[in-house]
Nanobody, 128 residues
Framework: EVQLVESGGGLVQAGGSLKLSCAAS????????IGWFRQAPGKEREVVSC????????YYADSVKGRFTISRDNAKSTVDLLMNVLQPVDTAVYFC?????????????????????WGQGTQVTVSS
């Protein structure tokens, strides 16, 4: 059974940092692209960052570029999202997702429908 479990969320003041982790099990982690998405109340789920499986290429949404860093550890089947200089607009539930379909070199998987498995999410709240 495929499982994705997020951790590391919490309450932080503006300008602070958090590190989210996504622990995966039940599949060959190395073969899957992983994405981090977030969803704020009343808004659509949006991509934050994603990392491919084959070439390790990464993508960041413009809103987080330069502040967030994604990394994966295939040996541990984890993907981390380090979030720095957090702002109130970053407040949302953060989800990790795994894509089981083929990952093409250079492919950028930024849409919800690009992913097949989802975690339950972790709340990030940034106070002003």
């Amino acid at each position: 059974e495929v499982q994705l479990v997020e951790s590391g969320g919490g309450l932080v003041q503006a300008g602070g940092s958090l590190k989210l982790s996504c622990a995966a099990s039940g599949f060959t982690f190395d073969d899957y692209a992983i994405g981090w998405f977030r969803q704020a109340p009343g808004k659509e789920r949006e991509v934050v960052s994603c990392i491919n499986s084959n070439d390790g290429s990464v993508y960041y949404a413009d809103s987080v570029k330069g502040r967030f860093t994604i990394s994966r550890d295939n040996a541990k089947s984890t993907v981390d999202l380090l979030m720095n200089v957090l702002q109130p607009v970053d407040t949302a539930v953060y989800f990790c997702a795994a894509r089981s379909r083929p990952v093409y070199s250079g492919g950028v998987y930024t849409e919800v429908h690009h992913y097949d498995y989802w975690g339950q999410g972790t709340q990030v709240t940034v106070s002003s």
